[in-house]
């Protein structure tokens, strides 16, 4: 139907190509958003302590990171390292090779990138909380980290959660660049499965279909968590 051939998906080689792809992409997705978030939550800490020198430095990394396309920061990560002497000996061949692997410096970039736009949607989530909120907080005794752990992020995690979703789902999707620096990803084996066959119509269209299903998980798992962390006042109702 259509013209489209899939005969060459019964080969083993193909199954586990494409399985392995989609995994090491799950791997990349996974972990570049938990560090992500790190760099969010405490990058947005950092900014709310009013500390004129850290503010310029935290402005910086996220002007730098934000505004810079991400196949942009991967390659300068995957060539710019090993050039200014980032290298190590391997212990098998003696050869001189990049401290950081080609998955190593993806991981790098797409958690900072992730990171700079998740400094700036916590920090609108904490800029959102009404001054009461705080002033109540000191009455208390709290400290500054006291605040920060059990007031602010509780309340501000949920007003940022439907932008942290967007971040999050456009992470996933910008996993597929790591394919131009040599990460066996998705896309990286989509690559070499249409040249071996010339069905690249057949495998674009299969690619899609399981890049969809992915991050519609995704979308649907925050979907849940927003749900499922909702008070009167803040984060989607039941």
């Not at 002497?85 to 990049?98: A, K, Q």
Request: charged share 15%; proline share 4%; glycine share 8%.
């Amino acid at each position: 139907m259509f013209g489209l051939d899939y005969s060459w998906l019964s080969d083993p080689v193909y199954q586990g190509w494409l399985l392995r792809g989609t995994l090491n992409t799950i791997g990349l997705a996974l972990a570049s958003s938990a560090v992500a978030v790190l760099i969010g939550t405490f990058g947005a800490l950092a900014l709310s302590l009013r500390i004129a020198w850290l503010d310029a430095l935290i402005e910086l990394f996220v002007e730098l990171f934000r505004n810079t396309p991400p196949l942009l920061q991967m390659l300068f990560f995957y060539f710019t390292l090993s050039t200014i002497g980032l290298r190590v000996t391997d212990p098998v061949t003696g050869l001189s090779v990049p401290l950081l692997s080609a998955f190593d410096c993806a991981l790098v970039s797409l958690s900072f990138f992730g990171g700079a736009l998740c400094i700036e949607a916590f920090r609108s989530g904490l800029e959102s909380l009404p001054r009461s909120v705080n002033e109540a907080a000191r009455s208390l005794g709290y400290s500054r980290w006291g605040r920060f752990r059990r007031i602010e992020v509780p309340i501000a995690s949920r007003i940022c959660l439907p932008a942290l979703t967007n971040i999050l789902t456009n992470l996933f999707k910008t996993t597929s660049q790591a394919s131009v620096i040599t990460v066996p990803e998705l896309m990286y084996y989509a690559g070499q499965i249409y040249n071996d066959t010339f069905r690249t119509a057949e495998v674009m269209l299969l690619v899609l279909l399981i890049y969809v299903s992915l991050v519609s998980v995704l979308s649907w798992g925050m979907s849940r968590i927003e749900r499922a962390l909702a008070f009167p006042g803040y984060g989607k109702g039941h």
